[in-house]
């Protein structure tokens, strides 16, 4: 066995120059030690997330660096496994505060790869949660041997806060334009049509300053109409300048005679196309010219032609379901005739049962008092 085999936990910081703090798991003593002599190879886990057939921004180390310097993580830490040298597998951990000045640790859409020794590598996850006196670790996987890995002796299938949606709304690239317009709801294609019809103009802008406001300003017309929370400008900021610099998408427009109506980010990463935020104007004057549809579509044709498989909506209620929270999005999203794809239910290891039963209870008064 080579000399880096093994295990290991790295904290990632907002800039790659920047000192990390590196660990290795021993499995015998069920501890972190502190670990200096390789380097965390994040090249090749930017490669295997990207390589993934359904890749998650969440566990892209770029994307977690994003989200520490736009202040949305309190720390990120990558458990990783090497097999010959090799990287095999990791999962990234967002350290996130729960409330009550408490923190867990979150892994949305991992872990990636297939590490080679899966319950060594579960069981680290859960050591190192008690390390960092997290009060529990979640995880969120996005295929079955993923979720494998969480076996329920350990592991309730149960969530504190998801990250994304059960279940999503995404559409095969592979067909061509017209199979993809024939594909889609009579009304969804009807209105994709009709904004064409209108001169309704869509496309990917500069990430400017200037156009970042626009966006912020439809945005806050949109959060104020649907009840949804947004996230900071600091955090769209960093958002878009990652999606430049890696050449992964970023802010579109559909305009009509210069106006802007509607906006997007959407990031094209690996064979994925996805809709990552929007917001459109609430003027029902200028709605009827479908500014939206037109918006979806252009992204649509760019993750095509960028060689995405699928193009994906991002979460949507679930149809087996009542109407939830999401419905007025869910039904847009559905005009588009996409396929369901369900993931697996999340897992969680609670390290700290009194504090988390304490944490869902203020949770649940939380949400009483709002109604």
């Not at 951990?93 to 979150?106: H, N, W």
């Not at 995404?170 to 061509?176: F, P, R, T």
């Not at 109409?225 to 970023?250: C, V």
Request: a positive charge.
């Amino acid at each position: 066995m080579a000399a880096t085999d093994g295990i290991f936990a790295v904290a990632l910081g907002p800039r790659r120059d920047e000192p990390a703090q590196e660990l290795r798991f021993d499995v015998g003593g069920r501890f972190w030690m502190p670990w200096h002599d390789d380097p965390f190879p994040e090249g090749s886990a930017h490669a295997v997330a990207v390589a993934q057939p359904w890749p998650a921004p969440w566990q892209v180390p770029g994307w977690q660096r994003m989200l520490g310097a736009a202040g949305a993580v309190d720390e990120t830490w990558c458990v990783y496994e090497l097999r010959d040298g090799r990287l095999e597998g990791f999962a990234c951990l967002e350290s996130r505060k729960v409330g009550l000045g408490q923190s867990a640790l979150f892994c949305v859409g991992g872990p990636v790869g297939a590490p080679p020794s899966p319950h060594d590598f579960g069981l680290a996850m859960r050591v190192l949660a008690y390390r960092q006196e997290a009060v529990f670790v979640q995880v969120e996987p996005q295929d079955e041997p993923a979720a494998e890995m969480f076996p329920s002796k350990k592991w309730r299938p149960a969530s504190f806060k998801r990250f994304f949606e059960p279940c999503t709304a995404w559409v095969d690239l592979a067909k061509g334009e017209s199979e993809i317009l024939s594909a889609m709801k009579e009304k969804g294609r009807y209105n994709v049509r009709l904004s064409q019809k209108h001169g309704v103009e869509a496309g990917p802008v500069a990430p400017t300053d200037e156009n970042l406001d626009v966006f912020m300003a439809l945005l806050g017309e949109t959060l104020g109409r649907d009840g949804f929370s947004g996230n900071s400008r600091a955090h769209y900021r960093a958002m878009l300048d990652l999606l430049h610099a890696e050449s992964w998408g970023g802010l579109y427009f559909a305009k009509k005679d210069g106006e802007v109506l509607a906006a997007g980010i959407f990031s094209f990463i690996g064979k994925l196309g996805t809709y990552y935020y929007g917001a459109s104007t609430s003027d029902n004057a200028k709605r009827k010219f479908m500014p939206a549809y037109a918006l979806q579509w252009r992204a649509m044709l760019d993750a095509k032609g960028r060689g995405c498989a699928a193009f994906d909506f991002l979460g949507i209620d679930d149809p087996a379901g009542k109407p939830g929270h999401l419905a007025g999005v869910t039904d847009f999203k559905l005009k588009f005739g996409p396929e369901i794809r369900r993931w697996p239910a999340a897992r969680i290891f609670v390290t700290r049962p009194w504090t988390y039963r304490f944490l869902r209870w203020a949770r649940w008064v939380k949400r009483l008092l709002r109604r």
